[in-house]
């Protein structure tokens, strides 16, 4: 790796660890300001600049990133509405601080959005046609988001309890399987 690539991926380190200790210290995140940011991440604000326009940048780039990890760890082979979401139950259980970030920042309708589109992936590879594909996507995102949400952050229910309960409620994401 160059040198300036190991500069940039520690510098945006230190940005993704300063908006956690933010999130964690519950500093109002409409408050917030790039110089802030960059204070607490020990940056210049010229240098948080060069990476990102706005806090908010920060964390829809920080979902994207996590949402990377996730579909590298996510198997497709022989899916069904079950193993789905017993997938998603596990793999975002690891990942409480994205929950965390999200919540705080208000940044809800572009993790839905990103979900939305991992829906239709998924309708897609199940040769499922659609008539309003994106709003059915979008709905079973939407309620995947919040399911999800409670049972990471709030841990209302055993994973078994939660994937029942999901399929229930969205009976058994028919659409796009």
């Known amino acids: 790796m160059k040198k300036t690539d190991e500069r940039t991926l520690k510098t945006k380190e230190k940005i993704d660890a300063a908006m956690i200790k933010l999130c964690q210290n519950k500093v109002d995140f409409d408050t917030l300001t790039a110089p802030k940011l960059a204070t607490t991440a020990g940056i210049s604000r010229q240098t ?6 706005s806090p908010k940048q920060v964390i829809t780039t920080m979902i994207d990133q996590h949402l990377q990890e996730f579909l590298k760890e996510f198997r497709p082979q022989n899916l069904t509405a079950r193993s789905m979401t017993l997938q998603l139950m596990t793999i975002w259980q690891k990942r409480t601080i994205v929950f965390e970030l999200v919540e705080w920042s208000n940044t809800r309708r572009e993790f839905i959005q990103r979900l939305s589109e991992f829906n239709q992936r998924v309708a897609h590879q199940n040769k499922v046609n659609l008539i309003d594909e994106k709003s059915i996507c ?24 939660a994937t029942d309960l999901f399929l229930h409620l969205t009976n058994n994401l028919d659409k796009i399987f």
């Open 48 to 53: 948080f600049y060069r990476y990102y326009l």
């Open 138 to 161: 979008n709905v079973y995102a939407a309620a995947t988001y919040m399911f999800l949400r409670d049972y990471v952050l709030n841990k209302k229910w055993t994973k078994e309890q």
